[in-house]
C-alpha cells in the first residue's frame, strides 16, 4: 500500500450545540461522511463525556475520521485522513461541517507519507 | 472545557518492520504513551489488515493518539492530540517514535481550538 495520504483538519465554530453533545447523532454524521467519501469502515467507537462533549473516531482502510466536540463553546474539532488518492478527505469534511451546522470553518490540509511536511490551502471561511 | 489544544504530527521512517506489523505490540506500545503522558485512556481499538499494516487509536479524556503503519515502507503516520495545557503530547510522540525504532522523524505540532490555524515547530531529524 502507498504511503501517500492526505489529512485535513478542520475547526469548526458556531456549531450547534445540541447536535454537538449528542454522541448518536455524531456517530451517525461521521458514518455517513465516511460512506459519502467513499471510504471502507473498519472500526467505529464513540465516546459521551460528563458533563458533556463527544470524542470519537471512524477507523477506516484508508486512515481515519475524529472528532472532539464542546457544546459549550459551539466548537469542534475534526480530523479527516485518507491514504491513496482514490478519496478526497475534504468530501466527508464538508459533509460534517454541514451537519453540525458550522457557522465559521478554518481548514488546512497536510500530505502525509511523502516525505517533508508541507501545509497546504489554508481557509478560514465564514459559512 | 477549554477548547484549547495540541496537536503533534509525526512521520516516523526507517521503523523496525516487524514491530510495524504486530498489532498487540503497537497496542501497548500507544497505551503505554498515552500513561507515560499522563493521560487518562477512556477507549483503546488497533485494527490489523491483510496482508500487512496496523491502525489503531486511543481516544483520551484529552483527545487521541493514531497511527497507521506500512511495514513494507518502514513507516509510520503519527498522530497525538491533547487538549489543555497539563499534558505535552510531544512525550507520548517521543516515547512512540523510540518504540518503533525510528530512524528518521519529521513532526510539526499544530495548535486547536485557539482559533487561526498556526503551524509550529516544524522538525526534520535523523535520530
Redesign the interface.
Known sequence: ?E?M?R?V?S?LWGCDEETLNNVNAIERIFVNAALKAGAEI??V?F?K?APQ?V???V?I?E??L?I?S?P??G?A?I?V?T?GDHIDPNTAAKYIAGSLGAEAE?T?E?P??TG??R?QR?E?NAL
Do not use: L, Q
Open positions: 500500500m504511503t495520504g489529512h483538519i475547526e473498519r472500526e467507537i465516546h463525556f462533549g470524542s470519537g473516531v477507523i482502510s486512515s481515519h475524529t472532539h464542546f459549550e463553546h466548537y474539532s480530523d485522513y491514504c478554518e488546512i497536510i502525509r507519507g517533508p511536511i501545509v489554508p478560514a
